[in-house]
């Protein structure tokens, strides 16, 4: 299963992007999505996550900024970010749980510029 991300983009400070991941194969058993990022210079950390009940979790650093959705006959999250800051500037990972497993998206970069 491969992963595909798209959204990111450059935005002023203050500004909104929505992020979309979808899966290549569909019809699995997908536990929980989730998107991390990686800011330069900077480990990778994890932003939001939804789970297959549709309970959602958020990093501090994010919450009530960022919104994280799923559509489930698409196998599709969204990852819907309002307010942005500098500090938000990264590439942004997609995760999917499948049947216990792993797997990401190639990343889409997400440049806020002050």
């Known amino acids: 299963v491969q992963l595909q991300a798209s959204g990111g983009g450059l935005v002023q400070a203050g500004g909104s992007l929505r992020l979309s991941c979808g899966a290549s194969r569909r019809g699995f058993n997908i536990n929980a999505m989730g998107w991390y990022r990686r800011a330069p210079g900077k480990e990778r950390e994890w932003v939001a996550d939804i789970l297959a009940g549709g309970r959602t979790n958020y990093a501090d650093s994010v919450k009530g900024r960022f919104t994280i959705s799923r559509n489930d006959a698409a196998d599709t999250v969204y990852l819907q970010m309002h307010a942005l800051l500098s500090e938000d500037t990264a590439v942004y990972y997609c995760?999917?749980?499948?049947?216990?497993?792993?797997?990401w998206g190639q990343g889409t970069l997400v440049t806020v510029s002050s």
């Open positions: 995760n999917f749980l499948i049947n216990g497993l792993p797997y």
